[in-house]
């Protein structure tokens, strides 16, 4: 089915740089494919006849790809919110056996339908905002039955009109069972992985390297399991410290180093000669108060390309605003509006090693949003509110 878009102000993110705006733009769709993008006055012979939607100078862009999320699990950590309000760090309170692994302890009691009653308005909640794609990781079941289940539950979300790319993070904290042997977790972890991914169940591979999780030495066992079976990488690394987590990605060629306030030169140096992809998750900055800074100046200068998520958890980063996070990058993170909207879109598709979205050009997926707006840049300078006024998925509005 063939469709028509005309009369648009279309943020097309063509090129390496630049809004790429087309003014007076028109989109003609085939099912879920762009077929052809230019101006409302030069249309192709394709576009005779086809159903016709009209823009009224509305602006356009990529419908809005969420590249790191924790979207799957059970209960909540409001309380650690007040603890974190009484001067208690992130890493004291996953010491003192809550964090990560108070999540685990709700999810594993939950089950497949109950994960999936709490997922599904979070997930109602990004497209609301615009959110075509998105990335959902396990790392709140860490054993074999439920982690499984987190990604069943992960993929089932494509149901509300989304598509989902999911992502194992066995290796996201040491379970109860092994505390005190976490190098026989990582076996465990490696073990597996072959089983997850004959389901179906894993696009991609992550793990959090850090002294209160894992080292890069565990992590490399993890990515050497990755590697066997083809799977591409990527890594929660240097959020609380620099442990040369982002180095160890590279050498495995990562698709996306995430996280990143205490990245150092020679991190940069080796994203920018992978060609991976840096992921700002400046929800997370924000709720755990956190000072430093991502070097985005030198990720900048090495041309590393810049994405932003969520990472909605319930921990470090409770948003489920995308909206917010363009508002947070540039006033926290000083990007450009521009390169905080290509962050959310054609970088973060690439964070996910998808190139067939992100832009609005010919052959793309027919993802794209509608909005309330003259010029992109008000998506980034209001925080919010939401002018979303119509988000198409796959040709569909
Ligand atoms: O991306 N840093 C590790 N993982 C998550 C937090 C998970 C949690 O606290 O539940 C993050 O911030
Ligand atoms: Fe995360």
């Known amino acids: 089915m063939k469709r028509l878009w005309r009369g648009g102000r279309l943020v097309s993110l063509q090129g390496e740089s630049g809004w790429g705006l087309i003014e007076d733009g028109a989109l003609l769709t085939d099912g879920a494919r762009i077929l052809w993008v230019g101006l409302s006055s030069g249309l192709p012979p394709e576009a005779a006849g086809v159903e016709v939607h009209e823009l009224g100078g509305a602006l356009v862009t990529p419908g809005l790809v969420d590249c790191h999320t924790h979207l799957v699990y059970a209960g909540d950590r409001c309380q650690e919110f007040e603890l974190r309000l009484h001067g208690a760090s992130y890493a004291e309170i996953a010491q003192a056996g809550g964090g990560i692994r108070s999540t685990v302890i709700a999810t594993r009691a939950a089950t497949e339908a109950q994960l999936l009653a709490a997922a599904v308005p979070r997930a109602r909640a990004l497209i609301a905002e615009g959110v075509t794609t998105v990335e959902i990781k396990s790392g709140y079941g ?14 089932s979300l494509a149901l509300q009109g989304l598509e989902v790319r999911t992502t194992y ?27 997850l991914h004959a389901e179906g169940l894993v696009d991609a591979v992550d793990a959090f390297c850090e002294h209160i999780a894992f080292s890069p030495a565990q992590v490399m066992r993890v990515f050497e399991a990755a590697r066997q079976l083809g799977l591409p990488v990527k890594l929660h690394a240097e959020q609380l410290s620099d442990q040369g987590g982002s180095q160890l990605a590279a050498a495995f060629n990562a698709l996306s180093c995430d996280h990143l306030e205490y990245l150092s030169d020679a991190g940069v140096s080796a994203l920018a000669t992978a060609g991976s992809v840096a992921v700002l998750l400046p929800g997370a900055y924000y709720a755990l108060r956190e000072t430093r800074l991502p070097p985005v100046g030198a990720l900048r200068s090495a041309g590393v390309p810049i994405a932003i998520a969520t990472d909605h958890n319930p921990g470090s980063s409770p948003t489920l605003s995308p909206l917010l996070m363009l508002n947070m990058a540039c006033v926290l993170f000083r990007l450009t509006p521009e390169e905080a909207l290509r962050g959310m879109t054609v970088n973060a598709a690439r964070a996910l090693g998808l190139t067939d979205r992100g832009r609005l050009a010919a052959g793309q997926r027919a993802d794209f949003c509608v909005w309330d707006a003259s010029h992109p840049r008000e998506l980034t300078a209001y925080f919010g509110r939401n002018p979303l006024r119509q988000r198409v998925f796959e040709g569909n509005a």
Request: aromatic fraction near 8%; glycine fraction near 8%.
């Open 169 to 195: 993070l066995g290796a996201h904290a040491v379970p109860p069972e092994f505390e005190g042997r976490s190098d026989d977790y990582v076996d465990a972890v490696c073990d597996w992985l072959p089983g």
């Open 142 to 155: 860490l054993s074999a039955e439920s982690e499984a289940r987190m990604l069943r539950v992960a993929r």
